[in-house]
């Protein structure tokens, strides 16, 4: 810029500012871009740092398959068997109700409803994933407890089958509506030319367009799935939290997530106990990056795969 | 049987039966927010929104748990919105496409499956104890703001990815600098679907009761007069007097569902019919 016409010669300082701190704010940009990597490795080194103190005295291996979990007894047993076993049945009964309804509700709303109930349906299952777990917990407390406990003839209602139920309609707005998105990229060509080849509707959708979109329907069950691992509130007040290994779901069971959220509070600051609550909050971790990871890369591939 | 008639009744039967599942699932999302209303409006009132608990918590209204509430959902903001949009904005309009790149997304979609407890133990490790805020308002909003973090990144990107790029590069052909189109074309044009979605992510925070459990809340607080102070809040005062208690209060525990079920209900509503609007309004 040579021989700045006088009149000009004021307008020069902003953009020349503008140019100054765009390097700066893109630099602040930048640094926040990649802020998800840094909070998710410093959630994973601050768990392992939590947890070092019961890594390094009880041993990692030991605490996952320990059989027993006596956190304050004067031998004091550090087992996470009793939540592990207790997590799978909640997870079990949760997917059992919450993939067959789920998948099927998304198949309707995608390819048997009209351009209107589909809108309808759509902003109600994503109204329904708004309402707080600790809501679900209360309607579960409620409404379930009592019944399970008349309906299966047992002595408690506060059993891992009673939070399972809970938290399928937890998993259930995560399933229908990642399910319905990947049904709903499938090409329209392909739906037309099976329609003309003479199939059905109904032949249409399993012969070709549920295989079509089958790797997001894997990643929808998947993010479930994880949703239903990691739900705390849900099973904190409805699965009963027993300390013993639960053989069947009808028994009262504790969760990874139920025992660290019903025990940090009332723990020792720096003690064994609330380490290997850590070293069971870093098991959670691992277990949930590892399914999140799976769908994730299903869901990259899936999208690679219909852009034309 | 034709196969032809066959087909025609499988058709039938099927779709029936995919039906009637849809039915179950919208009909279960309508009966619990309805049951929460049912059970709830009877408690709530002008005195139960506006007066102090009473009688060890059995009486009276909850504003200091609203407050409280609002307080968290306040500060939470503070932190993950001028984060996530400019996260956001990098992703939109700076991140090269590489490898790199991809990994900060995986992250991002990650960090939305990280089970709430285990931010607790986070936030507890680091807000709590590393940085010494103790159980604070500060230290349950930055604990909820990395909860809402990838909701509100997500949202800000697939705005930002809405806004043509004629508009960009009219802008920079006049002589803009990137960063001065980002803050006066993009952003102005992207500023409904930023707010809603992080709008929707705030109100997920609002319900949010493990991130809180350990670094925020306390059974029993008066309003915090500062952001360094514990508090009480809605999520956690419906757990604690379900659950806890030892007496029966069902006023608290429904009104306190109600209001916070109504509040989230609004927002979404207010967000959806907003959405919409927009929709209509804008055709690029």
Request: with cysteine; charged share 15%; proline share 5%.
């Amino acid at each position: 810029m040579t021989d700045t016409p006088p009149h000009m010669r004021q307008r020069v300082g902003r953009p020349a500012f503008s140019r100054a701190a765009e390097p700066v704010v893109k630099a602040l940009i930048k640094i926040a871009g990649w802020s998800a990597i840094a909070i998710l490795a410093a959630i994973a080194g601050y768990l392992f740092a939590g947890a070092l103190r019961a890594i390094d005295e009880v041993g990692m291996r030991a605490m996952v398959t320990g059989e027993f979990w006596y956190p304050t007894s004067a031998t004091p047993q550090f087992g996470f068997l009793p939540s592990e076993i207790g997590s799978l049945w909640v997870t079990v009964v949760a997917l059992l109700l919450s993939v067959p309804l789920g998948v099927a509700t998304a198949v309707y709303i995608s390819e048997f409803a009209s351009n209107r109930v589909k809108d309808v349906s759509k902003s109600i299952i994503e109204f329904m994933a708004a309402i707080p777990s600790v809501v679900l917990g209360l309607i579960g407390i409620a409404l379930l407890v009592q019944n399970v406990r008349a309906w299966f003839d047992l002595d408690t209602g506060l059993t891992a089958f009673t939070a399972g139920i809970m938290v399928a309609i937890l998993a259930l707005p995560t399933i229908v509506s990642i399910s319905e998105d990947a049904l709903h990229a499938v090409p329209m060509d392909l739906r037309h030319g099976s329609s003309a080849l003479g199939n059905t509707r109904w032949q249409t959708t399993y012969k070709v367009v549920v295989p079509a979109a089958s790797s997001g329907i894997f990643a929808a069950v998947m993010l479930g799935l994880g949703r239903a691992i990691g739900e705390t509130m849900v099973v904190l007040m409805l699965a009963g939290n027993a300390g013993t290994i639960p053989l069947s779901p009808f028994e009262p069971a504790r969760t990874l997530p139920g025992t660290i959220a019903g025990e940090l509070g009332e723990v020792v600051r720096g003690g064994l106990h609330y380490s290997s609550l850590f070293a069971m909050g870093l098991v959670l971790f691992v277990v949930t990056f590892l399914i999140n990871l799976a769908a994730d890369v299903v869901l990259e591939r899936q999208r690679k795969r219909w852009r034309r | 049987m034709s196969r032809v008639a066959r087909a025609r009744a499988t058709e039938r039967i099927a779709k029936w039966i995919l039906g009637a599942c849809a039915v179950v699932s919208i009909g279960s999302a309508l009966f619990l927010i309805g049951y929460v209303f049912y059970k709830g409006a009877g408690y709530v009132s002008w005195e139960f929104l506006t007066q102090p608990p009473r009688n060890a918590m059995t009486e009276g209204g909850i504003y200091p748990v609203i407050v409280g509430s609002l307080q968290l959902v306040f500060w939470t903001a503070m932190f993950a919105l001028p984060l996530g949009i400019m996260a956001g904005i990098y992703l939109a309009e700076y991140a090269p496409r590489n490898r790199a790149t991809r990994t900060a997304r995986l992250a991002i979609a990650n960090m939305a499956g990280v089970p709430s407890i285990v931010y607790g133990l986070f936030g507890v490790a680091l807000f709590v104890i590393q940085m010494n805020l103790g159980r604070s308002i500060i230290a349950g909003a930055l604990t909820l703001a990395c909860v809402t973090l990838p909701v509100v990144i997500t949202a800000t990107e697939e705005a930002l990815r809405q806004i043509p790029t004629d508009l960009r590069h009219a802008s920079l052909a006049l002589g803009a600098t990137r960063l001065r189109t980002i803050t006066r074309v993009i952003l102005p044009a992207a500023g409904p679907g930023i707010i809603t979605g992080s709008i929707l992510g705030l109100s997920r925070a609002a319900g949010e009761t493990a991130p809180i459990l350990f670094t925020a809340v306390a059974f029993f607080a008066p309003i915090a007069s500062s952001p360094f102070d514990e508090t009480m809040a809605l999520p956690y005062h419906i757990y604690i007097m379900a659950t806890q208690s030892t007496k029966d209060a069902p006023n608290m525990v429904w009104g306190s569902a109600f209001v916070l079920v109504a509040a989230v209900s609004i927002l979404n509503v207010i967000v959806a019919a907003w959405r919409s609007k927009q929709r209509r309004k804008i055709r690029w």
